[in-house]
C-alpha cells in the first residue's frame, strides 16, 4: 500500500515540477519585459511605483479564477509586481550593497563599565551580572541616562530591558536606540519570577497601596484584578522596593524579585504572582559603536515603508526569498499622523552575502532604512 502511495506522489510531483519549469520560463519573459519598461520609465521620467496599474492588474488577474483562489492570486500578482518593482530599481539605479554598519570595533574585556537601569535588585542588574561578571557595574534611574553614558563615553556598554515574553516589546527602548543612534551589540534572557514584597510582619489583608513599573503590574494583571490596591508606578521594580521599605505605616507593598526584597529588608507576601509561569524578559547590550563578527546570529533593523497597501510586504519580502528568519517586528508611531517605524530582528549575520543582497533589496523598498546591530544571542 505505501509502495503505492509512492508512487501517486511522485506522479504528481513530476507534474508539478513541470508547471514549475513553465513558471520560471515566463517569470523571466516577464522580468524582461520590466527591463524595457525599466528603461521606457527612466527616459520618461516615470515614477516605478504606479499604484493604478496595480489595482488594474490584480483586478485582471483576478477576474480570471474562482472565489476560492481570489485572496492567493491577489498575493501572487502583488508579489510578482513587488520583484519586479526591485529589479527596476536595480536597473534604474545600479544599486551596490551600501555599508550598512561602520567597521566593527572588538569586544571589550579588560577595565569593562557596564550601566544598568534601574536600583540594587533590578531585573536589569541580574542581566548586567550575566552578561558582564567581571565588568564595573553602575545603574542609572532612567533608561535614556543609559543611553546618555554609553553615548558620551561614560561606560563601554549598557543593559536594557527591549521585550517581555508576556507583555511583549518595551518601547522606550525602541526609541532611544534610534534617537542616540546607538548600536545592539549582544541580548540575553532573564527568568522573571515577580512577587509581592512587603516589610517584615505585614499581612496580605493590611495592603492598601502596591508600587511597582507599569510593566510589573502588566505581568501580574490577573493577581490584582480583583484587589482593592492603588497602584504606583515607579521606573524600575527594584525603586518600586526600595519605596516600599521607606514608606511610613504598614500598608504599602511592591512587585519586585527575591533579590530586590532581599536588597531593601522585605519578605514576600505572595511568590510568583505572574500571569505566566514561563515569564521572561530579554535585556540588550548597546554600545556607541557596532561589534560583531563570525559568530553574530542576529541582525536588529529600523526602517519605514511608505503609506500604501503592501509597503510592509514589500520591504519584508527580500528576507522571506533569501530565507531568512523574521524572529521579532514592531511597530513604533512617529511625530507624523498615520506614520510608523519599524523595528524587525532577522536570524543571520551581516557578513553573509545573501543577507547583504537581501538588506539592500529591502532597503530599496523603504523610505529609510539602518541596521542597528548584528550580535549573538547569548
Given at each position: 500500500?505505501?509502495?503505492?502511495?509512492?508512487?501517486?506522489?511522485?506522479?504528481?510531483?513530476?507534474?508539478?515540477?513541470?508547471?514549475?519549469?513553465?513558471?520560471?520560463?515566463?517569470?523571466?519573459?516577464?522580468?524582461?519585459?520590466?527591463?524595457?519598461?525599466?528603461?521606457?520609465?527612466?527616459?520618461?521620467?516615470?515614477?516605478?511605483?504606479?499604484?493604478?496599474?496595480?489595482?488594474?492588474?490584480?483586478?485582471?488577474?483576478?477576474?480570471?479564477?474562482?472565489?476560492?483562489?481570489?485572496?492567493?492570486?491577489?498575493?501572487?500578482?502583488?508579489?510578482?509586481?513587488?520583484l519586479s518593482r526591485?529589479?527596476?530599481?536595480?536597473?534604474?539605479?545600479?544599486?551596490?550593497?551600501?555599508?550598512?554598519?561602520?567597521?566593527?570595533?572588538?569586544?571589550?574585556?579588560?577595565?569593562?563599565?557596564?550601566?544598568?537601569?534601574?536600583?540594587?535588585?533590578?531585573?536589569?542588574?541580574?542581566?548586567?551580572?550575566?552578561?558582564?561578571?567581571?565588568?564595573?557595574?553602575?545603574?542609572?534611574?532612567?533608561?535614556?541616562?543609559?543611553?546618555?553614558?554609553?553615548?558620551?563615553?561614560?561606560?563601554?556598554?549598557?543593559?536594557?530591558p527591549i521585550e517581555?515574553?508576556?507583555?511583549?516589546?518595551?518601547?522606550?527602548?525602541?526609541?532611544?536606540?534610534?534617537?542616540?543612534?546607538?548600536?545592539?551589540?549582544?541580548?540575553?534572557?532573564?527568568?522573571?519570577?515577580?512577587?509581592?514584597?512587603?516589610?517584615?510582619?505585614?499581612?496580605?489583608?493590611?495592603?492598601?497601596?502596591?508600587?511597582?513599573?507599569?510593566?510589573?503590574?502588566?505581568?501580574?494583571?490577573?493577581?490584582?484584578?480583583?484587589?482593592?490596591?492603588?497602584?504606583?508606578?515607579?521606573?524600575?521594580?527594584?525603586?518600586?522596593?526600595?519605596?516600599?521599605?521607606?514608606?511610613?505605616?504598614?500598608?504599602?507593598?511592591?512587585?519586585?524579585?527575591?533579590?530586590?526584597?532581599?536588597?531593601?529588608?522585605?519578605?514576600?507576601?505572595?511568590?510568583?504572582?505572574?500571569?505566566?509561569?514561563?515569564?521572561?524578559?530579554?535585556?540588550?547590550?548597546?554600545?556607541?559603536?557596532?561589534?560583531?563578527?563570525?559568530?553574530?546570529?542576529?541582525?536588529?533593523?529600523?526602517?519605514?515603508?511608505?503609506?500604501?497597501?503592501?509597503?510592509?510586504?514589500?520591504?519584508?519580502?527580500?528576507?522571506?526569498?533569501?530565507?531568512?528568519?523574521?524572529?521579532?517586528?514592531?511597530?513604533?508611531?512617529?511625530?507624523?499622523?498615520?506614520?510608523?517605524r519599524f523595528f524587525?530582528?532577522?536570524?543571520?549575520?551581516?557578513?553573509?552575502?545573501?543577507?547583504?543582497?537581501?538588506?539592500?533589496?529591502?532597503?530599496?523598498?523603504?523610505?529609510?532604512?539602518?541596521?542597528?546591530?548584528?550580535?549573538?544571542?547569548?
Open positions: 500500500m505505501a509502495g503505492n502511495q509512492d508512487k501517486e506522489i511522485t506522479v504528481f510531483r513530476e507534474v508539478i515540477d513541470g508547471i514549475d519549469q513553465e513558471i520560471v520560463r515566463l517569470f523571466e519573459q516577464r522580468m524582461e519585459l520590466s527591463q524595457e519598461i525599466s528603461e521606457h520609465k527612466v527616459s520618461h521620467n516615470m515614477a516605478i511605483y504606479d499604484p493604478t496599474r496595480e489595482e488594474q492588474v490584480v483586478g485582471a488577474a483576478t477576474a480570471l479564477v474562482d472565489k476560492d483562489l481570489t485572496g492567493e492570486v491577489t498575493m501572487l500578482m502583488r508579489t510578482l509586481m513587488a526591485a529589479y527596476q530599481r536595480k536597473l534604474t539605479f545600479h544599486i551596490e550593497s551600501p555599508e550598512f554598519l561602520p567597521p566593527a570595533k572588538p569586544h571589550k574585556t579588560q577595565n569593562v563599565r557596564c550601566v544598568w537601569q534601574g536600583a540594587p535588585g533590578a531585573w536589569g542588574e541580574q542581566a548586567a551580572v550575566k552578561l558582564f561578571p567581571d565588568a564595573a557595574l553602575s545603574h542609572a534611574e532612567y533608561f535614556e541616562d543609559v543611553f546618555r553614558q554609553v553615548k558620551d563615553d561614560l561606560a563601554d556598554y549598557g543593559v536594557l517581555n515574553s508576556r507583555t511583549g516589546a518595551i518601547g522606550e527602548t525602541y526609541d532611544l536606540l534610534r534617537s542616540y543612534g546607538c548600536y545592539i551589540v549582544g541580548r540575553t534572557w532573564i527568568d522573571v519570577k515577580q512577587c509581592l514584597l512587603a516589610k517584615p510582619g505585614m499581612e496580605l489583608k493590611g495592603v492598601r497601596e502596591v508600587y511597582s513599573h507599569p510593566e510589573g503590574f502588566r505581568q501580574c494583571r490577573r493577581y490584582l484584578l480583583d484587589k482593592p490596591w492603588d497602584l504606583i508606578a515607579t521606573s524600575n521594580t527594584a525603586v518600586a522596593a526600595a519605596k516600599a521599605a521607606a514608606a511610613d505605616g504598614e500598608h504599602t507593598a511592591a512587585i519586585g524579585s527575591r533579590i530586590a526584597a532581599a536588597h531593601n529588608g522585605l519578605e514576600i507576601l505572595a511568590e510568583d504572582i505572574m500571569d505566566s509561569d514561563t515569564n521572561r524578559t530579554s535585556f540588550v547590550v548597546i554600545a556607541a559603536q557596532p561589534e560583531y563578527g563570525a559568530e553574530s546570529d542576529l541582525i536588529s533593523v529600523s526602517f519605514a515603508a511608505a503609506h500604501r497597501s503592501g509597503s510592509l510586504c514589500e520591504a519584508l519580502l527580500p528576507f522571506m526569498a533569501g530565507g531568512f528568519d523574521l524572529t521579532r517586528i514592531e511597530s513604533r508611531p512617529t511625530a507624523s499622523p498615520q506614520s510608523y524587525a530582528e532577522l536570524g543571520g549575520n551581516i557578513d553573509d552575502p545573501k543577507m547583504r543582497e537581501a538588506l539592500t533589496h529591502a532597503a530599496n523598498a523603504t523610505e529609510y532604512f539602518e541596521v542597528i546591530g548584528c550580535y549573538r544571542n547569548a
